[in-house]
């Protein structure tokens, strides 16, 4: 199974922008890239996906390399309610494989005032 | 609003007695799976369903059962709960396969003892 790899922490400074990488060089062409954060004591929650263009939403964009190996989540402006674990996830776009998303470790983001 | 429901938030139980953590979701997702997060070894699968009456093994499955009768609703059933079950248990919905985030619950807290 395709897997990813993050960096165990960053920090960045309020109000500042945050460049998290995420390095997936067995993806497969059907793997589409999730991102998802948790917080303290909640539930992870969706932060964004992609399969190969860049996508923008409300809440980040998510910048895919060409070749698919890597991608980069950027809060545009980090706030202290961003501060959490942040978990860079494939997930096989057949609707009939195992759809199980495998969670690593993810990145620790510290937000500073 | 669309959300999953997870009930009890927090359980304290002794080894041996049968209980039943339900999840249910308000979006008509076809698939919905459990995971389990314990420190330093992150969130791991214990079950998962594409649909109703369609249910599969995730990466720790040992020591739980679920079942997926109606499509809103995929109780976990601990049929004899040991100690190292003691952990924080995660609900999650999605609309389908990769191409689709996925919505989780709020977490339930369980203490064996």
């Known amino acids: 199974d395709a897997k990813t790899t993050q960096p165990n922490s960053m920090e960045s400074n309020e109000e500042e922008p945050v460049h998290l990488p995420c390095n997936h060089s067995t993806i497969s062409g059907t793997d589409y890239i999730h991102w998802y954060r948790q917080l303290p004591s909640q539930g992870p929650e969706y932060v964004i996906h992609?399969?190969?263009s860049n996508v923008n939403n409300r809440m980040a964009s998510l910048a895919i390399a060409e070749d698919r190996k890597s991608s980069t989540l950027i809060l545009h402006r980090a706030t202290l309610r961003d501060a959490a674990v942040y978990y860079c996830?494939?997930?096989?776009?057949?609707?009939?494989?195992?759809?199980?998303?495998?969670f690593g470790a993810g990145t620790r983001l510290t937000v500073k005032p | 609003e669309a959300q999953v429901t997870q009930n009890p938030r927090y359980l304290i139980t002794v080894t041996g007695k049968k209980l039943t953590v339900t999840c249910s979701q308000n979006?008509?997702?076809?698939?919905m799976s459990w995971y389990r997060q314990d420190p330093g070894l992150g969130l791991r699968q214990i079950y998962y369903?594409?649909?109703?009456?369609?249910?599969d093994k995730g990466d720790v499955p040992e020591g739980y059962k679920v079942s997926r009768k109606e499509k809103r609703n995929f109780p976990l059933i601990l049929e004899s709960p040991s100690p190292n079950q003691t952990s924080l248990y995660f609900c999650?919905?999605?609309?389908?396969?990769?191409?689709?985030?996925?919505?989780f619950g709020p977490g339930t807290r369980l203490t064996v003892t």
């Open positions: 992609g399969l190969t």
């Open positions: 999650a919905s999605s609309l389908g396969g990769g191409g689709y985030e996925q919505y």
């Open positions: 979006m008509n997702h076809e698939y």
């Open positions: 369903s594409m649909n109703v009456e369609v249910t």
């Open positions: 996830i494939l997930r096989d776009a057949g609707w009939y494989n195992n759809n199980d998303m495998r």
